[in-house]
């Protein structure tokens, strides 16, 4: 599993597929809505201990039990 939380059309927990990406972990999660920051993805990898939040582009590799967040843009 993995999770998308924020600016998604249908966010939630999915099931991992291998050579998973942000772009396409965000497509299946019902992709943007119309307020979403995409350039401020952040995640939290599953098997970091710290929980810390790191960036990501849309093109980077999603892991079993991370965690992105799409934030709101403000204009």
């Given at each position: 599993?993995?999770?998308?939380?924020?600016?998604?059309?249908s966010?939630?927990?999915?099931s991992?597929?291998?050579?998973?990406?942000?772009r396409?972990?965000?497509?299946?999660?019902?992709?943007?809505?119309?307020?979403?920051?995409?350039?401020?993805?952040?995640?939290i990898?599953?098997?970091?201990?710290?929980?810390?939040?790191?960036?990501?582009?849309?093109?980077?590799?999603?892991?079993?039990?991370?965690?992105?967040?799409?934030?709101?843009?403000?204009?």
């Amino acid at each position: 599993m993995y999770f998308v939380n924020g600016e998604v059309k249908s966010p939630g927990g999915f099931s991992y597929q291998p050579g998973l990406t942000v772009r396409k972990a965000v497509t299946l999660a019902g992709g943007f809505t119309e307020r979403a920051a995409e350039k401020k993805i952040t995640v939290i990898r599953g098997n970091d201990a710290s929980h810390k939040e790191y960036g990501v582009q849309l093109d980077d590799p999603v892991f079993p039990d991370d965690i992105l967040t799409i934030p709101e843009g403000f204009w």
